[in-house]
């Protein structure tokens, strides 16, 4: 039992013993569907956890300056990158120790394909696969009008020479139905590209350790999916998953104030 009256106000208290439970379930995952679990930072960043945490994931993602640097010294192992768009002034920090990096246009990707391929980071495009369950639609990142990722008619039937992999992210708290999905759209849009690449990244909002998903159904789907494309190495990237439900936020009410209705 956690005595609250010595913890500091506000603070975030996070119960090692629950995030484990989290990690070993997540664990589980990789090690009977075959595919590598990172973590995304933007999702839990806490690094005094880290210690646990890397115990059982295979490293991390980033989507900023700071979050690569995070990933890289207080982690390590697999460094993955993404940003809507890469800056100049910060790319040769940015990249630094990275293992993967993926570009969210045809045009990033060729901005910066000379500086990539000096390094021994595998560069990868971030594609639409047009289906999203996320809701309300200005929220959702497959949408007909969403500059988030590359749609199938944009990339023809030969992917780009150097690029090595595919990022897909257009979940949020979903479950493994909508991931499902995400596989058959991917199959029917990209199907042909697959062959040509080393590895697949589904992005997060793989609500894994929620109660109610179903893992062994979503073992089943990334099972299936890889004995089709037994080359490919696949990677989930869970945030909120990793942290779900293992932990609260320690406040003090300091003043009430009562209104009339």
Same mark, same amino acid.
């Given at each position: ?13 996070? *119960?090692? &013993? ?5 990690? *070993?379930? /997540? #664990?589980?995952?990789?090690? @009977?569907?075959?595919?590598?679990? /990172? ?15 890397? !115990? ?10 700071? *979050? ?9 192992? $697999? ?7 890469? !800056?100049?002034?910060?790319?040769? %920090? ?15 990707? *060729?901005?910066?394909?000379? @500086? ?18 996320? $809701? ?17 008619? @944009? ?7 150097? /690029? ?10 979903? #479950? ?10 991917? $199959? ?9 690449? @080393? ?14 998903? #179903?893992? %062994? ?19 989930? %990237? ?6 779900? &439900? ?16």
């Amino acid at each position: 039992m956690i005595d609250y009256s010595q913890i500091p106000s506000p603070c975030y208290v996070l *119960e090692s &013993e629950k995030l484990i439970e989290n990690l *070993e379930l /997540i #664990d589980s995952v990789q090690k @009977k569907a075959g595919i590598t679990i /990172i973590l995304a930072l933007k999702g839990f960043a806490m690094f005094s956890a880290f210690p646990i945490v890397k !115990q059982y994931l295979q490293g991390t993602t980033a989507s900023s300056l700071f *979050e690569a640097r995070l990933g890289r010294e207080e982690f390590g192992k $697999e460094l993955h990158l993404y940003l809507l768009a890469y !800056q100049e002034k910060e790319f040769p %920090e940015l990249i630094q120790g990275a293992t993967h990096i993926s570009f969210n246009s045809l045009s990033q990707w *060729e901005r910066f394909k000379e @500086k990539t391929l000096l390094t021994q980071v595998s560069p990868g495009l971030r594609i639409n696969p047009e289906y999203s369950p996320v $809701e309300p639609e200005i929220y959702n990142p497959s949408s007909p009008l969403s500059r988030l990722g590359i749609r199938a008619e @944009k990339l023809g039937d030969k992917l780009p020479e150097g /690029i090595e992999g595919l990022h897909c992210h257009n979940l949020c708290e979903s #479950d493994s139905q909508a991931l499902a999905r995400t596989l058959e759209q991917i $199959e029917t849009l990209f199907g042909h590209h697959l062959p040509q690449i @080393k590895w697949l990244n589904l992005g997060g909002g793989h609500l894994i350790t929620s109660k109610s998903y #179903d893992i %062994e159904h979503l073992i089943q789907v990334l099972t299936r999916f890889k004995s089709r494309y037994p080359h490919l190495h696949i990677y989930l %990237e869970p945030g909120s998953a990793v942290a779900w &439900e293992t932990g609260v936020l320690r406040a003090t009410v300091l003043d009430l104030i009562e209104t009339s209705n």
